[in-house]
């Protein structure tokens, strides 16, 4: 059995309208209290975190949501970018979670997301944990290296394609490639109904941290494509006090939670760990 299959086994669906459309979270670990939610990335879904889920779930209730238009959410209408999620994605969260303030922790796109919820709905977070996050503002040369797919494609170039974009943007180590990623990838692929991103290239992100006001962590793969030689700089981007910590995750690439899953489960762990005694307005270190 693939680790997808073994940890989708494990997993209780559940499924609520949100905005009219049909909304997928997969939960782990329902005797745990508090919470944890977990945001994937652009052209993902709730596999994403496959290599993480359980661990998480010895310690926290977790659910893990197919982002609206990903995985097996649907796309609301009209929507092209993050901002046109956030509504239908908080509906979610008040059905499940009423008026208690949850923990998120969300890789890139999904870091983007938890974000923007936090400045737009502070109420509804304890605290928010970001991987790999994009809309810092930080953009200022050409996209990474990705390959698209031609009608006439076959399989193998389909396959060479799906390793090719994995490596020049998601992971920095061959190996990790396996079968099973390649598999993970193309079926998320091919589920992607939200082509035309163009947010995470803005400092939407920087921008929307004037409004936090819960403890926001941020995290790093080291050899993350997003920011090549200036991760050091991400720091200083924020209002003193915005962020609560800042650290980086060694011998990872963007997709850390994939290439070194426990170094990531122990990042989250610590700072859940730190909960009741984060203060917001604490330096970054």
């Not at 008026?99 to 890789?107: E, I, L, M, R, Y």
């Not at 939670?257 to 909960?275: D, T, Y």
């Amino acid at each position: 059995m693939s680790e997808v299959a073994n940890a989708a086994a494990l997993a209780k669906p559940v499924v609520v309208q949100a905005a009219g459309v049909k909304q997928v979270w997969h939960v782990w670990g329902e005797g745990q209290d508090k919470p944890l939610l977990l945001f994937h990335g652009g052209s993902g879904s709730w596999t994403h975190w496959v290599r993480c889920v359980e661990a998480l779930s010895a310690h926290r209730a977790v659910w893990a949501l197919d982002l609206p238009g990903f995985g097996d959410s649907e796309l609301p209408a009209g929507a092209q970018d993050v901002t046109d999620l956030l509504d239908p994605i908080h509906d979610g969260m008040h059905q499940l979670f009423g008026q208690n303030p949850v923990d998120v922790a969300g890789f890139s796109f999904g870091g983007m997301t938890a974000g923007l919820l936090a400045a737009q709905h502070p109420e509804c977070f304890a605290q928010v944990m970001m991987l790999g996050t994009p809309g810092l503002g930080l953009f200022d040369g050409p996209p990474p290296n990705i390959r698209g797919f031609t009608a006439s494609m076959s399989d193998a170039g389909r396959e060479s394609v799906h390793r090719h974009n994995l490596l020049s943007f998601m992971l920095k180590h061959e190996a990790t490639v396996d079968a099973q990623t390649l598999q993970l990838q193309a079926e998320n692929v091919a589920r992607d109904r939200l082509k035309r991103r163009r947010l995470a290239r803005t400092d939407v992100v920087l921008r929307a941290s004037a409004a936090w006001n819960c403890p926001v962590h941020l995290a790093f793969g080291e050899a993350d494509r997003l920011y090549p030689g200036r991760l050091h700089e991400i720091p200083g981007l924020f209002a003193p006090g915005a962020i609560a910590s800042f650290e980086i995750i060694e011998d990872a690439g963007h997709w850390a939670m994939h290439e070194r899953p426990q170094a990531v489960i122990n990042w989250i762990l610590s700072k859940l760990g730190a909960c009741s005694n984060s203060n917001p307005k604490s330096p970054a270190t």
